[in-house]
T-cell receptor, first 112, second 112 residues
Framework: QKEVEQNSGPLSVPEGAIASLNCTYS??????FFWYRQYSGKSPELIMS????GDKEDGRFTAQLNKASQYVSLLIRDSQPSDSATYLC????????????FGSGTQLTVLP | EAQVTQNPRYLITVTGKKLTVTCSQN?????MSWYRQDPGLGLRQIYY???????DKGDVPEGYKVSRKEKRNFPLILESPSPNQTSLYFC???????????FGSGTRLTVV
């Protein structure tokens, strides 16, 4: 079983819609969760981090964490064509001395 | 400007010819890490370091070496590169083990 799983997509949404990206993880003891955005040919860029159950909002982005269900999601409100990228979920697996493990990513396309 | 600097950005080499990819960060971060990114396999950790002289293997360490003699530098060494090490490599750093990582711009390596 993969430690961090994401819907591979691709996911397409119209401009102005809400894009919903999902991620599950296998290690129940994990404590730190991140969302990265990666444009084609570029390096990953950290856009959200979340450590506690519930929602965390930053501008148009909302990260949601449910440790009981081992689930973390990213919502992008009012999606823009500039949001078109691959979104990577990353988790620090407990007991791994801070090793950051990535999911395979979800490719998002926002259609004008 | 706070950044992680990798060199070179592009490298083509021949099988068996030793090479070093340099990585330097100017943020006084404790943690540094190397990843490789391959289509369909995502980002996989090669090695990471929690401080000077403290390094540990990630998921795919075979064929690679690292050293952390100074806090700011974390070079990746391929003693005898092989074609299966053709990949996009990223160096990253973090102030703490449970914080997100900042990534360098990447090094695209081709081994022929």
């Amino acid at each position: 079983q993969k430690e961090v799983e994401q819907n591979s997509g691709p996911l397409s949404v119209p401009e102005g819609a809400i894009a919903s990206l999902n991620c599950t993880y296998s290690d129940r003891g994990s404590q730190s969760f991140f969302w990265y955005r990666q444009y084609s040919g570029k390096s990953p860029e950290l856009i959200m981090s979340i450590y506690s159950n519930g929602d965390k909002e930053d501008g148009r982005f909302t990260a949601q964490l449910n440790k009981a269900s081992q689930y973390v999601s990213l919502l992008i409100r009012d999606s823009q064509p500039s949001d078109s990228a691959t979104y990577l979920c990353a988790v620090i697996i407990s007991g791994s001395a801070r090793q950051l493990t990535f999911g395979s990513g979800t490719q998002l396309t926002v259609l004008p | 400007e706070a950044q992680v600097t990798q060199n070179p950005r592009y490298l083509i080499t021949v099988t068996g010819k030793k090479l070093t990819v340099t990585c330097s960060q100017n943020m006084n971060h404790e943690y540094m890490s190397w990843y490789r990114q391959d289509p369909g396999l995502g980002l996989r950790q090669i090695y990471y370091s929690m401080n000077v002289e403290v390094t540990d293997k990630g998921d795919v360490p075979e064929g690679y070496k690292v050293s952390r003699k100074e806090k700011r530098n974390f070079p990746l060494i391929l003693e005898s590169p092989s074609p299966n090490q053709t990949s996009l490599y990223f160096c990253a750093s973090s102030p703490r083990g449970d914080y997100g990582y900042t990534f360098g711009s990447g090094t695209r390596l081709t081994v022929v």
